[in-house]
């Protein structure tokens, strides 16, 4: 089954330099914002508690805020989220117990409104936020590792791993970026996803190295250009109708998934998009411009018995 009905020969190396262009605007564009903004970073790292609550008319959040502070809370910070009766309420960390916590605030919003419902109550200590982080920068360097070593022994070249780690490099970049702008709350799920994203994108960018190998077999007097061309246009189809049956339920995930995985969806959806983008525009012609060639590929092949004859 293929996207498109006709074969597409879409020029994709030659207009690489201009898309090196957006990919180093938007990458600067993410690094300072996490440099001056940083990361609206969840209890999962921080600690303290979250609690989340549902209000039978529109949430008044200043009588929210009022009245934790009233009650002994510090800089309680409250946001509307969903809907206009519901709130998310985020704590400093405290000794107390979740049920005390349960207890106390629902005591207080009941306060404020008698209709009101805590949904969820989430207590972390600190410590085990700080234990948390390492352990999430931990998995994304060990990832980022093992893509390169499997790259650089699958293809037998420098050149591809190269592109392969820079597409996957790019893609969390600005995933992290857009959380900063954004200030989306970032937690252990948007972790996750971020993990996903770079093993889905890992993915498209291997079916495309592969068809680059296969051509330049079959083509090995082929411009270097042409083949990686001719390699992406043949993979085209696959990737566009994976990428979209994907984002619709990503998009569905993320319209109806509720607070709890809004950050999970967007991340997602963000990495897709920029995955897609990554695998055409960046792996494969960052491999190009350091001289991937036929010989690359080819030279460390196994020779065949009948190739020693004359």
Known sequence: MEFFHRATSFPFMSTRRVWYGLSIVLILISLVSLATRGLNLG??????????????????????????????????????????????????????????????????LHGIDAGATIQQVEVVGPQIGGELQRS??????ATLLLIFGYIAVRFHTWRLSLGAILAVLHDPIL??????????????????????????SLNDTVVVFDRIRERFHTGRRLDPVTVLDQSINQTLSRTIM??????????????????????????????????????IYISSAVALDCGLRAEHLLATAAKKPLDDLP
């Open 43 to 108: 209890v999962d790292f921080t600690g303290g508690v979250t609690v989340q609550a549902t209000f039978p008319a529109a949430a008044n959040r200043d009588a929210v805020i009022t009245a934790l502070t009233a009650a002994g809370y510090a800089d309680p910070q409250v946001t509307m989220f969903g809907t206009s009766r519901e709130i998310a309420i985020r704590l400093p960390p405290t000794r107390q117990s979740t049920e005390e916590v349960r207890g106390r605030i629902d005591q207080i």
């Open 175 to 200: 995933v992290l970026g857009a959380f900063s702008l954004t200030r989306t709350p970032f937690d252990l799920t948007v972790v996750a996803a971020m993990l996903a994203v770079i093993g889905y």
């Open 136 to 141: 999430a920068t931990q998995a994304l360097i």
């Open 242 to 279: 994976t990428k979209v049956v994907t984002l619709i339920v990503v998009v569905a995930l993320y319209a109806l998934g509720g607070p709890v995985l809004r950050g999970f969806s967007e991340a997602l959806i963000i990495g897709i998009v920029a995955g897609t983008y990554s695998s």
